[in-house]
């Protein structure tokens, strides 16, 4: 039975989560804060310091034998840096080199965050026995990962599968990123949000604004809100049948926030697939929910780091 543990970090606009986990997908220990995303660059990697500190006051810390990083992206594993749409402060910022002043001689291995679900879903989830499939997360922003010929498939920079860029609406909306109409300008919670507020959706006497507030409406038969959740999915099925048209992945596996809510998304999603998924041979492409949950990020960080397959062990923080 493998012992060795493997520090986790998942990066996100919302959350900087942290675990240990363990050789079976387990979390040991887990730390979480919210994500200081609107402030500068130090402030918010003091917080990715406050978790890796946290997680490592447990006594399990010295197995650790690697720390896996899946951050919102684009990253850029050969550099060892990230540049986060969604945390405008940290351009190229050189998040390898700083976690290893934390965590010492431990192998730091970075990846987007929707390759680390895609690794947690072809290991434990919707997409295991799947030679060829997307993964997608969808929630403060949309990323996705793929698995290609049976493994993991990051490209060469780590964002290979960075679905939430690719632009389905050529004279779309601005998106962060500087692009128009890109997948996550339209799909992402707070954008479902944005638009359905837009189209003069009126929130619960509770003031909740969020992409469950407006789920919760649609399935209530709100239409703004349907109409909402129905553009979302037909952003989504035109990005998934682009891809399985490029690479012939057979199944897409959808993550994150939004995806929870069920067939809100899901029903509307496969029925736009039937209209752009049209080719032969992607027609029996099918779209699965995640099965690996909120902590998808960080047990495929895990997985994608070697879990269990390094030789080192950590060394206190501070040594």
């Known amino acids: 039975m493998h012992t060795d543990l493997v520090v986790a970090l998942d990066i996100g606009g919302t959350k900087i989560a942290g675990a240990l986990v363990d050789g079976e997908g387990r979390l040991l220990v887990r730390v979480q804060r919210p994500t200081p995303a609107q402030e500068d660059a130090e402030t918010v990697m003091r917080t990715v310091e406050a978790v ?14 690697a720390v896996g990083i899946g951050s919102a992206g684009p990253v850029d594993a050969l550099a060892g840096t990230v540049s986060p749409v969604n945390v405008p402060a940290w351009r190229d910022f050189p998040l390898v080199s700083r976690v290893g002043r934390v965590t010492g ?6 990846m987007g965050d929707g ?3 895609t690794a947690a879903e072809h290991w434990q989830g919707a997409a295991r026995g799947h030679d060829n499939a997307l993964c997608m997360v969808v929630s403060t922003g949309v990323g996705g990962g793929l698995i290609l010929g049976g493994r993991l498939h990051p490209g060469p920079t780590g964002n290979a599968g960075h679905i ?4 389905v609406d050529l004279d779309g909306d601005l998106c962060p990123c500087g692009a128009r109409g890109c997948v996550e300008r339209i ?5 479902i949000a944005r638009r359905a507020l837009e189209a003069g959706w009126q929130p619960r006497p509770d003031g909740d604004r969020s992409a469950a507030a407006v789920a919760a409406a649609a399935r209530a038969g709100d239409p703004v809100a349907v109409a909402s959740f129905v553009r979302a999915a037909q952003a989504l099925a035109a990005a998934i049948a682009a891809t399985a048209t490029l690479v012939e992945i057979d199944i897409a596996v959808v993550g994150g926030g939004v995806a929870g809510a069920g067939d809100v ?7 736009a697939l039937r209209d752009y998924a049209t ?3 992607v027609q029996r492409l099918t779209v699965a929910p995640a099965l690996t949950g909120a902590d998808a990020g960080l047990v495929g960080a895990a997985a994608a780091a070697g879990l269990g397959s390094r030789g080192g062990t950590a060394a206190p923080i501070g040594a």
């Not at 939430?164 to 632009?167: L, N, P, R, T, V």
């Not at 998304?265 to 029925?271: D, I, K, T």
């Open 105 to 110: 001689a431990l192998p730091v291995q970075l």
């Open 164 to 167: 939430g860029h690719i632009s």
């Open 52 to 65: 890796l500190h946290q997680l490592a006051r447990s006594p399990l810390w010295a197995r650790s034998t």
């Open 279 to 281: 080719l032969r041979f």
């Open 265 to 271: 998304l899901f029903r509307p999603l496969r029925c």
């Open 115 to 117: 390759v680390a679900m």
């Open 187 to 191: 799909a992402s919670g707070p954008n």
